[in-house]
């Protein structure tokens, strides 16, 4: 009599596990506290595996979105997916003990032209692409507690009085809590030496100092353009300080 219980207690765990694996992801999305940022549209698939045409954070769309569980994660007391998309991807867990988030290895590109879409109104047109990278981020109660990045703007470039020019590559590290957020400026070999740091708080005010350098001769285009936002310190030697409010809507992003 205890076999018979044995194998029925078997069979029910391996019809519990079936049922899972196997339901829509359509019947889970009404119990999951989705952000109001956050939309979705043409979601398909079960809980393991699925995909959806987009996903918008915070109007920023992410496109042709594709997620995979991660079994891997089930020994840590987590669940984990792997997300895929057109600009790029991510890895998302929950942690099962205390109800945090982690998002991690997320890497997604956008072209320059269609950021500034977001922002205010730009005395010029910046030109090339953005690859931001996030290499750890935690959420608890729907804050991000901490976050560890860094953003590449690549052939980082301005259009402005039908003129292109094209600067190089550049880098910002950054790190952030609830608080605030620290970002380091530098250049990657590009033709300006660049040198930098900044911070943003909570209330959106930020500062920012930047040197401008090269030990060779300035294009005069280039030189144009820094006079424009840059104040001159010597011979080929610029420097920025800036200090401000962000618009509400990245405020939104960066501390909610």
Known sequence: MSR????????????????????????????????????????????????????????????????????????????CYQVDYAQGTTRVGYDLINGDTEIDQTKVEYTAAELATYLPK?????????????????IIAGITAAVDGKLIWRDLGVTTEGTSLNLGDFQVDFNGNPQKYDFKLGDLDADLDVDGKGDITADGQYRVDVK?????????????????FATTISYNNYRVEKSGRLPDNIIRQLFR
């Not at 730009?122 to 935690?138: A, C, F, K, Y």
Request: with cysteine.
């Open 212 to 228: 401008i350098s090269s030990q060779g001769t300035i294009d005069p285009k280039t030189k144009n353009l820094l006079d424009l």
């Open 4 to 79: 018979t219980w044995k194998y029925l207690l078997f069979f029910l765990l391996c019809l519990a596990i079936a049922l899972v694996v196997n339901l829509p992801i359509g019947h889970v999305l009404p119990y999951l506290k989705i952000p109001a940022s956050v939309s979705l549209a043409g979601v398909k698939g079960s809980v393991i595996h699925g995909r959806a045409q987009q996903v918008s954070v915070e109007q920023f769309p992410l496109r042709d979105v594709r997620y995979r569980f991660k079994p891997s994660c089930i020994a840590l007391l987590k669940v």
């Open 122 to 138: 730009l005395i010029v047109q910046p030109d090339g692409r953005v690859e931001l990278t996030v290499e750890q981020m935690t």
